[in-house]
């Protein structure tokens, strides 16, 4: 292991046990978070990979230029290697439930789950997109990995545009799944940015999240609806498709692992109402402590007396430094955030906006997802739009509520994954299934993207 990426980990465990002791202590513990934070930042900065080197270079070089320029106190860089460490913190708890799917070959459990007889185009988009809204909350895009390599074979036997209908199917589920999941960045985001507790959003959350899935199921069963399957493959092919039987102990099994994932995302998010209710520290700190607790015991039930053998080499070796570029992109914009509200820049957007507030106020709920959308297709990763518009909009006082701009916010950024060419889930489906970017997004999702929009605007312009 190279030196930078053993400091880098030995930092990142770091930050864990603090943010822990905080959470019991009641205690922030801000500053050595902070010191953690920029060992993190430091180790990894000069050795990213292309997907967010330049931003985080950009973001970095803007950030600390300015507080140096404007001699901002030692409080205010504490400030901003503080301000998006609730993000890298969610993304290192969830950790261990990947080594559980690793452990558990649960990734095999898709393969077998797909192979039952299923007759109709519509049916099978359905369960690929269910699939897809169930693994993406444990695993991300490596669910997307998992399920193309898994589903393909099945559905080019049978589907003449077999990578059109994939990428459809497993878009539906990825992008419904992110408007409510506990990981989600962009979940995490819209919170902060708003001031929202997990309990307050995720009822509604969820709702619209089953709303989307429902919305996209349907518009496969309706373009699908005339694809009807034997028990061969289609004219041109001698390959005969796979048979099951329901009986089968390979079958029954497989079915038992899709219902303990279910069971495991259940039990991390009543966990968290749990603590909510017994007012246990604060909302990250609860969704942090319910995932790390459950996933460790799920490991320990898997793994039993190779626990100590098993997991402690993965998650060093293999969990640790996966998404260390993240973590830096994230502090990177931390910084610049901490520069840009106190260099006053912000305040200035802010008496801007205000001029307009009357106009912006009616609209801004449907204008919301589309800015988010527009900046990803120049390039602009939600997850920075995310942010800036959350921090601007939240301090103008709009009469929409603040769940209601969260939504709008969580709706632009999912759409977003599926409709601009440099998305990871446009570049991963791109790369497995051969299409290209720009094929993908404006060629095969365009419609089904415009139809999630307008449903989810509908649902979010009545909530309250």
């Known amino acids: 292991m190279k030196l930078h990426t053993t400091i880098s980990n030995c930092a990142i465990a ?14 922030p ?7 953690a934070a920029s060992v993190i930042f430091l180790s990894n900065i000069l050795f990213m990979g292309k997907t967010f080197r ?28 503080n301000s998006m460490l609730k993000s890298v913190i969610i993304l290192i708890a969830i950790q261990p439930l ?11 459990a898709a393969d077998v789950f797909l192979n039952r007889r299923i007759r109709r185009a519509g049916s099978l988009y359905t369960m690929i997109a269910m699939l897809e809204f169930l693994l993406a909350g444990i695993m991300n ?6 399920l193309l390599a898994t589903i393909l074979p099945v559905v080019n036997a049978r589907i003449s545009k077999g990578g059109s209908f994939a990428s459809k199917a497993v878009s539906t589920g990825y992008s419904s799944l992110f408007l409510w999941a506990p990981g989600a960045v962009t979940v995490l985001i819209s919170l902060q940015s708003f001031g929202l507790s997990w309990s307050e959003y995720f009822p509604a ?3 619209l999240g089953i709303i989307e899935l429902l919305a996209g199921c349907l518009y496969g069963i309706f373009v699908y609806r005339r694809i009807i399957f034997s028990d061969t493959a289609p004219s041109g092919s001698s390959e005969a498709l796979p048979a099951v039987s329901a009986k089968d102990p390979v079958q029954s099994r497989s079915f038992r692992q899709i219902l303990e994932l279910i069971l495991v995302m259940v039990l991390i998010v009543i966990g968290i109402f749990l603590l909510d209710r017994t007012r246990f520290s604060h909302a990250t700190g609860r969704m942090v402590l319910a995932t790390l607790v459950i996933s460790i ?18 998650w060093w070796n293999r969990m640790l430094p996966k998404n260390a570029d993240m973590y830096t992109f994230f502090l990177a914009m931390g910084l610049f955030s901490a520069a840009v509200s106190y260099s006053g820049v912000e305040n200035q957007l802010l008496l801007f906006l205000s001029q307009y507030k009357p106009l912006l106020g009616s609209i801004v709920i449907w204008f919301l997802p589309l800015a988010v959308i527009l900046l990803a297709l120049v390039g602009i990763h939600p997850f920075i739009s995310a942010v800036i518009l959350g921090q601007i ?3 103008m006082g709009l009469p929409e509520t603040a769940l209601q701009l969260s939504l709008a916010l969580s709706l632009g950024c999912c759409l977003s994954y599926m409709i601009s060419p440099f998305s990871g889930l446009i570049l991963t489906l791109s790369n497995k299934l051969d299409q290209s970017p720009f094929e993908l997004c404006f060629r095969n999702h365009s419609v089904l993207a415009l139809l999630l929009y307008l449903t989810g605007i509908s649902y979010i312009s009545f909530v309250r």
């Open 29 to 35: 513990l801000s500053v050595p978070c902070a010191l």
């Open 297 to 314: 015991v799920w490991l320990i039930l898997l793994t039993k007396k190779e626990f100590l053998k098993i997991v402690p080499e993965l």
């Open 54 to 81: 330049i931003p985080a270079w950009i973001f970095s070089i803007i950030g600390i230029l300015v507080l140096l320029l404007t001699k901002a106190p030692f409080s205010q860089w504490v400030y901003g290697f």
């Open 14 to 27: 770091a930050l864990l046990l603090i943010y822990l002791c905080g959470i019991f202590s009641g205690d």
């Open 98 to 108: 990947s080594i559980a799917i690793e452990a558990g070959h649960y990734e095999t």
């Open 205 to 207: 959350a969820f709702l």
């Open 393 to 395: 909009l939240s301090g």
């Open 141 to 146: 895009l490596g669910s997307v990995v998992v």
